[in-house]
């Protein structure tokens, strides 16, 4: 028995628990980062024609996929997409709706000062439409997977000949 194992059955009197509760949470944040951050590199590595996505837009945009997944898991499906569609606005510039956790820029409002990220961690939603849009569809795409139920297909056994 392991550690953990072992303190459950000491703490039921011996007994071990029959039933598990259903996680009241998105399972393994670490994984949804890796899947989206592939998706944006992807789009970071693209030929200029195809994508205008850079590495340091691509690493920033992973960094804040994730600490927004891990830090709102257990939000509802809806209320999490919307806390990742405001990494589109943060990245755009506006950060109204923006975590105070892991926005600088939000940081320094609160603090009465002026943060100016990096000008890879930035894009203009007027100006370059197309990055914005690739972006959207990523983030759109990401949701959409994470929220597809797992399906469980029972195994049929073979029919035996007769």
Request: proline residues 5%.
């Amino acid at each position: 028995m392991n550690g953990r194992a072992k303190a459950q059955h000491v703490s039921s009197g011996g007994q071990l628990k029959t039933a598990v509760e259903q996680p009241k949470f998105k399972a393994d944040p670490s994984h949804r980062k890796r899947v989206f951050a592939r998706a944006i590199s992807n789009l970071a590595s693209a030929p200029k024609k195809a994508s205008r996505v850079t590495k340091g837009l691509a690493a920033h945009l992973k960094y804040c996929y994730g600490a927004c997944v891990k830090r709102n898991r257990h939000l509802t499906a809806e209320e999490l997409s919307i806390k990742v569609y405001n990494i589109l606005d943060h990245i755009c510039g506006l950060h109204d709706n923006c975590d105070k956790a892991w926005c600088y820029n939000a940081k320094a409002k609160e603090m009465d000062k002026v943060y100016t990220a990096p000008k890879e961690h930035r894009i203009d939603k007027v100006k370059d439409p197309e990055t914005y849009l690739q972006l959207k569809k990523s983030l759109t795409n990401m949701l959409h997977w994470s929220r597809c139920p797992t399906v469980t297909i029972p195994l049929i056994p073979k029919q035996m000949n007769a």
